[in-house]
């Protein structure tokens, strides 16, 4: 299975600003995942990121407010733009296995106050 | 559309007692499916995965799961339950032949172990 990790592991941010979380995988992978776990909540897919394309988003999630990068096939970037508190959340990222798994990275935990 | 439903939010057990988390799924043609666990303040690490052939699944931590189509079920369970034991449990699901390789989730079943 991929070794994945992220930065900032957790940040506290004001309203209005944006942060940009880094995801880096130790193998090179085509289907690399965001995903956004609200409090006591289960996970919601943010948007799927292959390498050389845009990245689809899910209902509910528009680029404007999560841009993603994914310049090469071992790293991917979300932003999360101008936040608010309803954006405080757990991010985590993820990459595709043989079979449909999915091996994720230890999560960004985001408070925005 | 697919979907995961995990009966109980919470589930308390004694420590050395049987752990039994459940999970159904929705779709009639059976999917991959997965348990993984989320330990406090760590990201989600994959126990077992169901594919193909034995239904009966052994993962890591003593932990497995046996797949009934039948009954459209992915039900987790573990002999004795340990204290490290204590976190959440998601069972998800991912269709065969989906080349978007999505999982969809369960809600959740966050595991107290008494001592």
């Known amino acids: 299975s991929a070794v994945i990790s992220q930065k900032p592991s957790r940040d506290i941010c004001q309203r209005g600003t944006s942060l940009t979380i880094q995801c880096q995988v130790d193998s090179q992978v085509t289907m690399m995942f965001w995903y956004r776990q609200q409090p006591g909540q289960s996970l919601t897919l943010i948007a799927t990121?292959?390498?050389?394309?845009?990245?689809?988003?899910e209902s509910g999630f528009v680029i404007d407010k999560f841009p993603i990068s994914r310049p090469n096939l071992t790293f991917s970037t979300l932003t999360v733009s101008n936040m608010s508190p309803e954006d405080s959340s757990i991010y985590l990222c993820?990459?595709?296995?043989?079979?449909?798994?999915?091996?994720f990275g230890p999560g960004t935990r985001l408070t925005v106050l | 559309a697919q979907s995961v439903t995990q009966l109980g939010s919470h589930v308390s057990v004694s420590e050395g007692a049987l752990v039994l988390l459940r999970c159904n799924y929705s779709s009639s043609v059976p999917p991959y499916l997965f348990w993984y666990v989320q330990y406090p303040n760590q990201g989600l690490q994959l126990l077992l995965k169901?594919?193909?052939?034995?239904?009966l699944v052994k993962g890591i931590n003593g932990f497995e799961a046996e797949f009934k189509k039948s009954e459209t079920s992915f039900h987790l369970t573990k002999p004795s339950a340990h204290m490290s034991d204590a976190a959440e449990y998601f069972c998800?699901?991912?269709?065969?032949?989906?080349?978007?390789?999505?999982?969809?989730f369960g809600s959740g079943t966050r595991l107290l172990v008494r001592p």
């Open positions: 990121a292959n390498q050389g394309s845009e990245a689809t988003y």
């Open positions: 169901y594919t193909t052939g034995a239904t």
């Open positions: 998800a699901v991912s269709d065969r032949g989906d080349s978007s390789y999505k999982l969809i």
């Open positions: 993820s990459v595709a296995g043989a079979y449909n798994e999915q091996f």
